[in-house]
T-cell receptor, first 118, second 116 residues
Framework: ETGVTQTPRHLVMGMTNKKSLKCEQHLGHNAMYWYKQSAKKPLELMFVYSLEERVENNSVPSRFSPECPNSSHLFLHLHTLQPEDSALYLC?????????????????FGEGSRLTVL | AQSVAQPEDQVNVAEGNPLTVKCTYSVSGNPYLFWYVQYPNRGLQFLLKYITGDNLVKGSYGFEAEFNKSQTSFHLKKPSALVSDSALYFCAVRDPLYSSASKIIFGSGTRLSIRP
């Protein structure tokens, strides 16, 4: 158990569906992230939510919409996806901030949500 | 700009033999360095990190890594490989000038295969 829980673990959806991925962290961290992992491609940082910043990778299509209602929960809303969006979506959390005790900024990942778009 | 390189896509080792997975980095100051492991259909698991101090860092599952500043390397090692060590390994670097883990840069990954 990493302290970061993702649901669902597997999702199959059509291109016209609307679905959401959920992530919850139980580590008391102040930052959460969505990464996309596709076969034979580098890990892609999609979105960051933290006390210090909200970062959106400008190359991420608008059919992906993040939501972070509080520091423990993160959602990725999916709408009219394409088959090339099929990938493993990883949520992560960290404790960020200069001078924060014990902050070395490593990431703690969930088990991932395997998305298949038909 | 910071970067990290894993020069080998795949490393094959016989069970019981020592293993090394290579990583080199480029960062302006003293780096924070990390190794992660990913088993099939799982997320990335943190193995070990170098922040400061002793250049030899020990981590989970018997792995260790040596920070070499002159060669800008942070190779992952294990004295005796197990079949269960077969997985995808990622090296990562962060410039400590950045306070956010969003600035962590990951390597492309090395697939480690241990044959019985």
């Amino acid at each position: 158990e990493t302290g970061v829980t993702q649901t669902p673990r597997h999702l199959v959806m059509g291109m016209t569906n609307k679905k959401s991925l959920k992530c919850e962290q139980h580590l008391g961290h102040n930052a959460m992230y969505w990464y996309k992992q596709s076969a034979k491609k580098p890990l892609e940082l999609m979105f960051v939510y933290s006390l210090e910043e909200r970062v959106e990778n400008n190359s991420v299509p608008s059919r992906f919409s993040p939501e972070c209602p509080n520091s423990s929960h993160l959602f990725l809303h999916l709408h009219t996806l394409q088959p090339e969006d099929s990938a493993l979506y990883l949520c992560a959390s960290s404790q960020d901030g200069q001078g924060a005790r014990g902050n070395t900024g490593e990431l703690f990942f969930g088990e991932g949500s395997r998305l298949t778009v038909l | 700009a910071q970067s990290v390189a894993q020069p080998e896509d795949q490393v094959n080792v016989a069970e019981g033999n020592p293993l090394t997975v290579k990583c080199t980095y480029s960062v302006s100051g003293n780096p924070y360095l990390f190794w992660y492991v990913q088993y099939p259909n799982r997320g990335l698991q943190f193995l070990l990190k170098y922040i400061t101090g002793d250049n030899l860092v020990k981590g989970s599952y018997g792995f260790e890594a040596e920070f070499n500043k002159s060669q800008t390397s942070f190779h992952l090692k294990k004295p005796s490989a197990l079949v269960s060590d077969s997985a995808l390994y990622f090296c990562a670097v962060r410039d400590p000038l950045y306070s956010s883990a969003s600035k962590i840069i990951f390597g492309s990954g090395t697939r480690l295969s241990i044959r019985p």
